[in-house]
């Protein structure tokens, strides 16, 4: 139905907002390292911030395109939207009578995937508490961390972020989606290859990140972090990479 998936829509919306937006630190500049990798890698923080933006973008076409069909199913909520502000919403909609989004199994995994990672980044923040910002730096009395889930991976904040990547892509990138039904991404292959490009870049980025930080950490704390590694040899998912 319509209306739960702009429900979940905006509950997948709010756990990439505060996720991916809402850093829970600001990052000190002269603390910064790994500010030599390529422009495309290092504006992350920033794509992840546009990619929040147009999820509210996205959300409010799903609303207005699930109102156009609730209104047709129940007239008490009013009478039909005139036809230019139908084709404004979803220009390709052949009748009102039919939803052109609806939920679908791909788009609730793409919700549970997005809650997960969420849950994850946020309990990476609360043990990082001060240490976590989004650009990589070193604090003052700078630690290494091995509680939570850093016992079990070396970066499951990446983790966490993949997870919501992927999500995303599986949500509104697939039938049911505004984006494939009204959007852009009706012309066939389209979103398939949107959907390769976020993730071969999201994972450029989160590779190049933790081999960054490993390094650093390997510098700051010898022969800790070595052992570190040994006991945790992962870097996103135990007993497989």
């Given at each position: 139905m319509s209306i739960s998936r702009v429900v979940l829509a905006?509950?997948?919306?709010?756990?990439n907002h505060y996720a991916c937006t809402v850093a829970p630190n600001p990052t000190p500049t002269k603390a910064r390292y790994h500010t030599e990798q390529l422009l495309i890698l290092r504006i992350a923080p920033l794509v992840f911030k546009a990619c929040s933006s147009a999820l509210h973008f996205i959300l409010l076409f799903t609303i207005s395109t699930a109102t156009l069909h609730l209104r047709t199913l129940f007239p008490i909520m009013g009478?039909?939207?005139p036809i230019s502000t139908s084709a404004l919403i979803c220009p390709f909609l052949p009748s009102e009578s039919h939803p052109?989004?609806?939920?679908?199994?791909l788009f609730v995994v793409g919700v549970i995937a997005v809650a997960?990672?969420?849950?994850?980044?946020?309990?990476?923040?609360?043990?990082l508490g001060h240490l976590f910002t989004f650009e990589l730096a070193v604090e003052p009395n700078h630690k290494l961390v091995k509680e939570r889930f850093y016992s079990y991976v070396r970066h499951p904040a990446y983790t966490?972020?993949?997870?919501?990547?992927?999500?995303?892509?599986l949500s509104h990138l697939s039938k049911g989606a505004w984006l494939t039904s009204c959007g852009p991404f009706?012309?066939?292959g389209s979103a398939i290859a949107v959907c390769t490009v976020w993730w071969v870049w999201a994972l450029c980025v989160?590779?190049?990140r933790a081999q960054a930080e490993d390094d650093k950490m390997r510098k700051l704390f010898k022969e800790e972090w070595v052992q570190y590694a040994?006991?945790?040899?992962?870097?996103?998912?135990?007993?497989v990479y």
């Amino acid at each position: 139905m319509s209306i739960s998936r702009v429900v979940l829509a905006i509950i997948q919306a709010v756990c990439n907002h505060y996720a991916c937006t809402v850093a829970p630190n600001p990052t000190p500049t002269k603390a910064r390292y790994h500010t030599e990798q390529l422009l495309i890698l290092r504006i992350a923080p920033l794509v992840f911030k546009a990619c929040s933006s147009a999820l509210h973008f996205i959300l409010l076409f799903t609303i207005s395109t699930a109102t156009l069909h609730l209104r047709t199913l129940f007239p008490i909520m009013g009478s039909p939207s005139p036809i230019s502000t139908s084709a404004l919403i979803c220009p390709f909609l052949p009748s009102e009578s039919h939803p052109a989004v609806y939920t679908t199994p791909l788009f609730v995994v793409g919700v549970i995937a997005v809650a997960l990672g969420t849950y994850i980044r946020l309990d990476c923040y609360r043990t990082l508490g001060h240490l976590f910002t989004f650009e990589l730096a070193v604090e003052p009395n700078h630690k290494l961390v091995k509680e939570r889930f850093y016992s079990y991976v070396r970066h499951p904040a990446y983790t966490g972020a993949m997870l919501i990547v992927i999500g995303i892509a599986l949500s509104h990138l697939s039938k049911g989606a505004w984006l494939t039904s009204c959007g852009p991404f009706r012309i066939p292959g389209s979103a398939i290859a949107v959907c390769t490009v976020w993730w071969v870049w999201a994972l450029c980025v989160v590779c190049s990140r933790a081999q960054a930080e490993d390094d650093k950490m390997r510098k700051l704390f010898k022969e800790e972090w070595v052992q570190y590694a040994a006991d945790t040899p992962w870097w996103f998912l135990p007993g497989v990479y």
